[in-house]
């Protein structure tokens, strides 16, 4: 008595020249708040909030899809940008913020999230590219029941 096997195979015809999709806007939003100095916990030899935060952004940076735009904004009493507008995602745009990332401290006074959030969608996005933002923070923003009521 014989068992009936059947082994079938599939070879799906994938495109060469796929367009790259777009793929969105990212903008994320770096506490440097002095808050920010502080030690993730009280054990001993615990990274500084910042330097986590830090290793954060490079891991989300490096993740990246390619054909994307992205900028980055530090904010504390002030804030600021790495650059003036969002730029493509290429090797070139990634080391340059590399470089910005590892020389980010916790240098921006408070914790205000309100104005860069009012400056990010002051200007338009850009075209069919979904803008995202993610932020990274430590604690309570000193202009919380503004941002609610904004």
Avoid: W
């Amino acid at each position: 008595m014989a068992d009936n096997i059947v082994m079938i195979n599939f070879y799906p015809h994938f495109p060469e020249n796929q367009e790259q999709p777009n793929c969105g806007e990212f903008i994320f939003l770096m506490d440097r708040s002095g808050s920010m100095n502080a030690c993730m916990s009280s054990e001993e030899n615990s990274p500084l909030r910042i330097e986590s935060a830090k290793e954060t952004m490079v891991l989300l940076l490096k993740s990246l899809p390619l054909g994307c735009y992205f900028n980055i904004f530090g904010f504390g009493s002030r804030f600021e940008s790495f650059f003036p507008d969002s730029v493509e995602y290429t090797q070139k745009s990634m080391s340059c913020a590399l470089k910005k990332i590892e020389d980010m401290q916790a240098d921006l006074g408070g914790t205000e999230i309100l104005q860069p959030l009012k400056h990010i969608y002051s200007k338009d996005g850009k075209p069919e590219h979904p803008r995202q933002i993610l932020v990274c923070t430590d604690g309570e923003d000193r202009t919380s029941t503004r941002l609610n009521s904004s």
